[in-house]
């Protein structure tokens, strides 16, 4: 290193979360991300299909930590879905299996479809899925020519939502909303009603709007921080710091000089009676870490005050 060149302080830690444009990986976006804020402290959260765009998130240097305990376990998509032909990878990217003709196909035959489909159900996942057969992904033993088949897991769709219908000739293209649980494929739920409508049906645009609190509220495109980095400052700046990450993410309880002391050293707290994990902020404003309670204490999860 020169030595009359000094070396750039690393970035404070949050979340940075990133409209992903169509055709990155979320590894491409994590990539890109760490020119752009300065460090190889960069995870991600709810990974995205390359052909999916929308809300991913991002954990910078410490708050990368915080990753796996965000409730990230409800997600928002926009969705368009083309009735009258199926592919092999229920997606526009893949290879046409059948074609039929949808325009015969009634409003309310796709209501019942839909609604067949919304609430507690069970679904077989996409077989180029992420999903991991006896160690390896789902998607590259099919894309090695093999034969595979998923099991049916218990998935929930809180909201699916036909908002247009478009007829074009023998196709039938639907943009839905669709609330749902981790775990569900959207692709699969674009299968499954043009398999049940008799016409088959596949995914043409997929775009996610929220992933636990987090939305496109949240998020900036990759253009808009290249920019950023490219000004006065160097470096794209974070959608939310790490104290605002964990007050938007968890219940937040306030601790006196004491409390702060004994859970920064990994020490429990009195119990707070509030479910699940809660976020625990010093006397200065600043987030020390999470706790949960267990045996009648608030015992440390996650200690995220620096060392």
């Known amino acids: 290193m020169n030595p009359g060149r000094a070396r750039r302080p690393a970035p404070p830690p949050g979340l940075l979360v990133v409209d992903k444009p169509a055709g990155w990986t979320s590894h491409d976006v994590v990539g890109k991300a760490r020119g752009l804020v300065g460090t190889r402290k960069v995870g991600h959260a709810g990974t995205l299909d390359p052909m999916a765009t929308g809300v991913l998130v991002l954990g910078i240097e410490r708050a990368t930590k915080l990753l796996g305990h965000l409730a990230l376990d409800t997600k928002t998509y926009l969705a368009t879905i083309r009735l009258g032909v199926a592919t092999t990878t229920d997606d526009a990217e893949g290879e046409e299996l059948s074609a039929a003709d949808a325009g015969g196909v009634t409003d309310a035959a796709i209501d019942a479809g839909v609604a067949a489909l919304t609430g507690d159900i069970s679904q077989v996942p996409s077989t180029v899925s992420a999903i991991k057969v006896d160690g390896r992904r789902a998607y590259e033993r099919v894309r090695a020519g093999e034969e595979v088949e998923l099991a049916a897991r218990p998935v929930r769709v809180g909201r699916f939502d036909v908002v247009d219908r478009r007829r074009e000739g023998a196709v039938l293209d639907l943009d839905v909303v669709v609330d749902c649980s981790s775990g569900t494929y959207v692709r699969a739920l674009a299968r499954d009603l043009g398999a049940g409508l008799g016409v088959g049906g596949h995914l043409t645009a997929l775009r996610r709007t929220r992933v636990g609190p987090f939305t496109l509220a949240h998020a900036r495109t990759v253009e808009t921080l290249v ?37 920064a050293h990994g020490r429990p707290l009195p119990a707070s009676g509030v479910p699940g994990t809660t976020a625990v902020f010093g006397p200065d404003g600043h987030v020390v870490g999470l706790v949960a309670d267990s045996d009648g204490r608030a015992r440390p999860v996650l200690v995220l005050a620096p060392a």
């Open 227 to 263: 920019g950023e980095a490219e000004g006065d400052a160097g470096r794209a700046s974070l959608s939310l710091d790490l104290d605002a990450a964990t007050d938007t993410a968890f219940p937040r309880r306030d601790v006196d000089a004491a409390g702060a002391d004994d859970l």
